[in-house]
């Protein structure tokens, strides 16, 4: 289940998504008559909103209409920030279909135009999303450097979201490498910087989660977890209950209780039918319950 990791905590940190969006689905050409009296501006944010609605629910083809249509305003009005906006559009889109090179291309486009006009928090953002594309595709040599930026950059303006951002990703990349060590640092310097806000930034500790369970420590990772959930449940917050259903059987599995192991995993499958992002999940979890728990039981 590392794919649903890797989305998972980069959704959860500072660009945590839309938890619900409440646009109609409608065909992108239909959508742009409907708002052809707006001014170029609130045109242009307004198809970012669209987009992005599409998108969460895979329709890309709506999705690529829409952001080349953003292209065509942000040229005309020649907004440099507009461009980097629409080029990141571009990268996300990518990404979602699984084309990180392309992605990448897109990222760098978006991060020239934010220097350009010397835009530190969006640089900031965007050296995260090319630090994670490169973690995605096990280039850990490369996704350092942009973490590493980033991590400058957010000192420089003092940014809290940001700085607690990239230690969360430099934890990410070294649990991947299987430094465990060094992952539980970073993660423990976000946990500092998060101070006593922990329901605030409770991804940190479900974090921590993952990287006990990667490490061999199941016990730990299932307390985390626990503790996570009650957390959830108590602020009621349903996206984050989510994830520790995708991820919590992962634990279970290695304790060797399977039955918990689906329990949870089926509970991950009922989440997601209420998630913009279900199309991007389900048909793995399926594939997990098939694959891990299946297996274990030997049919």
């Not at 350009?116 to 999303?129: H, P, S």
């Not at 039955?259 to 594939?287: T, V």
Request: proline fraction near 2%; hydrophobic fraction near 40%; glycine fraction near 4%.
């Amino acid at each position: 289940m590392r794919s649903i990791l890797l989305t998972l905590i980069l959704n959860l940190g500072l660009f945590l998504p839309t938890q619900a969006q409440t646009s109609k689905i409608q065909p992108f050409n239909a959508y742009l008559e409907s708002i052809e009296n707006l001014p170029e501006k609130a045109k242009f944010d307004s198809i970012s909103r669209y987009e992005a609605n599409m998108s969460n629910h895979a329709r890309y083809i709506d999705s690529k209409q829409a952001i080349d249509e953003l292209l065509k305003i942000a040229t005309h009005l020649k907004d440099t920030i507009l461009l980097g906006r629409t080029y990141f559009s571009y990268g996300l889109l990518a990404r979602d279909k699984s084309n990180l090179p392309e992605a990448l291309l897109h990222y760098e486009k978006a991060l020239h135009f934010f220097t350009v006009t010397k835009e530190v928090k969006r640089q900031a953002k965007i050296l995260d999303f090319i630090g994670f594309s490169y973690i995605s595709l096990n280039d850990f040599a490369s996704a350092e450097p942009y973490f590493k930026k980033g991590m400058v950059l957010a000192n420089s303006i003092q940014d809290k979201d940001l700085i607690i951002q990239f230690n969360m990703e430099l934890a990410t990349m070294e649990d991947m490498r299987k430094n465990y060590a060094k992952a539980l640092t970073y993660n423990s310097k976000a946990m500092k910087y998060a101070g006593n806000q922990k329901e605030e930034y409770l991804m940190i500790w479900f974090n921590r989660g993952i990287i006990y369970k990667n490490a061999g420590m199941y016990k730990e990772s299932e307390a985390m977890y626990k503790e996570c959930l009650a957390i959830a449940n108590r602020k009621n917050d349903n996206y984050i209950k989510g994830y520790i259903y995708m991820n919590y059987p992962n634990t279970l599995i290695a304790l060797n209780r399977l039955d918990e192991a689906e329990k949870y995993a089926k509970m991950a499958l009922q989440w997601c039918e209420i998630q913009p992002e279900r199309y991007r999940y389900e048909q793995e979890i399926i594939r997990y319950i098939n694959k891990n728990i299946g297996t274990k039981r030997g049919f």
